[in-house]
């Protein structure tokens, strides 16, 4: 081997760790949007920037997952019977940039955190109808 054809191989590697982890990246994204019951949702937290993922209903849970992430695990689990839905709103004039189009401000409260879920109305509506199918609290298995 010469120096010279040295870097070529050194770029070509680099190259294609780039496009493996851009495919696994599209299949992790494939397989959590053909899945039942989940949603393209961007998150914020405790005064944080904007992130953009896909939350997935489980029985108990709210699972949100990142949007650009090869982990299976996600991100954030928030606790159906812990979940408390304060309202939903417009995006303000600083957060349209960073939210999609056509979306609302879901506010949420999660064991005294303030969580921001900005999502499509009729994913709301979804939302709004699992969190309010749930049972009693203090009937059943929930705590």
Known sequence: MNVTSLPFIVLATVFALLVIGLCLS????FNLRRALGTVDASICTAGNSWQMGVCRYQDKDLEWFRLA???VRPKHTFRRSSLVLLG?????ESELPKVQPDSV???LRHEGQ??????????YTGL???LEAGPVIGVGTWR
């Open 128 to 130: 709004s109808s699992w």
């Open 105 to 107: 401000i879901v506010e």
């Open 88 to 92: 939903r709103r417009k995006p303000t």
């Open 26 to 29: 599209g299949v992790r994204r």
């Open 114 to 123: 303030e969580v921001l879920l900005a999502m499509r109305f009729d994913a």
């Open 69 to 71: 992430s090869v982990s």
